[in-house]
């Protein structure tokens, strides 16, 4: 073990070279509570976060008339330090918080601020994001979610009662108006909604589209979910708008341009404020863990890449970072496009090397590499490196996903990787890349009848315009049926 520690030192300093001033992670906490993982330095603000967490759930309970189902990704709410938030995290300028979900884990990324009120609407904003995606099913829109995420953060909760659809600052008339036909299509990459001045305009829009649907006129709000339904098939927008609201996006841009203009009113509901999950104590967090974690929130997230690197250059600087964070390293390289490096590294992992999270990381790196690359024997050393993983912790989900992927590819060891598939997909049922990987080891194993159903069960399943497209193509349906 530590002749591995060594060599994988040596091989990191000789990739890095120079290092940067490494963030500052002292004092970093987890708090572990049954729907997700609070991460902070901040112990004052920590016990700010269940109460409003607990009430965007409730809330939209209330609004939708049902409970919501749990799923089962893990959820880390991340309550960061500014300047932490500001160099690895932020996807756009003037944003404090992003709910960004992962293939196997979400992340509600927040910047910390000392303004209670303020923290507490950040919150339950993101926290609404994050129960729409996870609990209520299918692709939610950017203008859907984030419109329905400003008026539940807007709530305004008294002993027996809550109010919604008060206009803050955030959602009165911005000079401007960006297109529905722009608007309705837009997600979270485009560059109206990361912009800081057309962002307000995303906001103001988004808002009076919900407002209008859930607070003013309860017909329109039917059909605004009709809308959300077809959008769910990927329906050509102009047919999409004129089958559901009945109306030429034309005509949607003036009523929703008179809408937003005027005084609008607002929605008292019943309901007590509801208990929030305890906070239990925080366990302290070594430096290694809390840049593993940052780390880990770059790669699942896809925000700020090129500045991973700052965070692998900081482990070397910390008490067994070069050693436990090594599979970053070998991520990185994967990610750009590095061939050289990422062997120099692997080769620092021998046949006697049996840390999971060594030999899962440099499967995943390899597994990346190989779906750019399409080169075989990458693809062949991914599968091996994650066998082996596996074989010590075979409920590494992701772990396991990546290998059913490769087997398909390769056609090699397709009963195993479908077993393996099949066991995580029982653990997990609700998860939609599970169910990609075994529509693809269905039809590697030449089973028709199985890989429709799998196909069936990702489209169900599916979050995402992307995995819903792919589902599509390969179950022969066209846009908008």
């Known amino acids: 073990m530590k002749s591995l520690r060594v060599t994988i030192a040596v091989a990191l300093l000789a990739a890095t070279g120079a290092l940067a001033r490494p963030p500052d992670v002292k ?4 708090y572990e509570l049954p729907s997700y993982t609070l991460v902070t330095p901040d112990d004052g603000n920590a016990q700010r976060v269940p109460w409003p967490i607990a009430q965007s759930q409730a809330v939209l309970e209330k609004i939708f008339n049902r409970e919501a ?3 089962g990704a893990p959820t880390y709410v991340f309550l960061m330090p500014v300047g932490i938030w500001r160099r690895y995290l932020q996807p756009g300028q003037g944003l404090d918080s992003e709910f960004v979900p992962g293939r196997f884990a979400n992340y509600l990324l927040v910047s910390n601020t000392q303004h209670e009120v303020l923290l507490r609407e950040t919150l339950m904003h993101e926290a609404t994001h994050w129960h729409l995606h996870v609990r209520f099913g299918g692709i939610v829109p950017l203008w859907f979610g984030e419109g329905l995420a400003q008026i539940v953060e807007g709530a305004d909760f008294r002993a027996t009662e809550f109010t919604l659809g008060r206009r ?3 959602q009165r008339k ?5 297109p529905m036909a722009e608007l309705l299509v837009m997600d979270r990459s485009s560059r109206d909604y990361l912009n800081l001045d057309s962002n307000a305009l995303v906001r103001a829009e988004t808002w009076a589209l919900v407002h209008r649907g859930l607070i003013f006129d309860e017909r329109f709000g039917k059909q605004l979910f009709a809308l959300v339904a077809a959008q769910n098939t990927l329906a050509p927008l102009e047919s999409a708008v004129q089958s559901s609201l009945g109306v030429s996006l034309d005509r949607l841009d003036a009523e929703m341009a008179a809408y937003n203009s005027n005084n609008v009113g607002s929605l ?5 404020p509801v208990p929030a999950e305890p906070l239990p104590p925080g366990r302290e967090m070594s430096e290694a863990e809390a840049l593993e974690f940052i780390g880990e929130a770059m790669l699942a997230t ?4 090129l500045r991973l690197s700052e965070i692998a250059n900081a482990m070397l600087k910390v008490p067994e970072g070069s050693y436990a964070e090594f599979s970053l390293r070998l991520r990185i390289a994967a ?3 590095d061939d050289a490096t990422l062997l120099k590294l692997s080769a620092a992992i021998t046949e006697r090397t049996i840390d999971p999270a060594i030999l899962r990381g440099a499967g995943l790196a390899f597994y990346e590499r190989s779906t750019e690359t399409r080169r075989n024997d990458q693809a062949v050393r991914a599968m091996e490196l994650l066998d082996r993983a596996l074989a010590v912790q075979p409920e590494d989900t992701e772990a396991v996903w990546a290998y059913g992927m490769l087997a398909a590819s390769l056609k090699r060891e397709l ?10 997909s029982n653990r997990w049922p609700a998860n939609p890349y599970l169910a990609q990987a075994e529509a693809l080891l269905q039809e590697a194993s030449g089973d028709a009848a199985g890989m429709n159903a799998a196909l069936e069960k990702t489209l169900r399943l599916s979050r995402t315009v992307e995995l819903t497209r792919w589902a599509r193509q390969r179950l022969g349906l066209a846009p908008g049926k």
């Open 415 to 424: 009963p195993g990787a479908l077993r393996r598939v099949t066991d995580s």
């Open 27 to 30: 004092g970093f906490k987890s």
């Open 302 to 305: 896809g925000l700020k890449p």
């Open 174 to 178: 911005s000079r401007g108006w960006i």
């Open 335 to 337: 990610r750009d496009g």
């Open 268 to 272: 008292h509901i019943k309901m007590t």
């Open 168 to 170: 803050g600052m955030a």
């Open 69 to 71: 189902s749990v799923r």
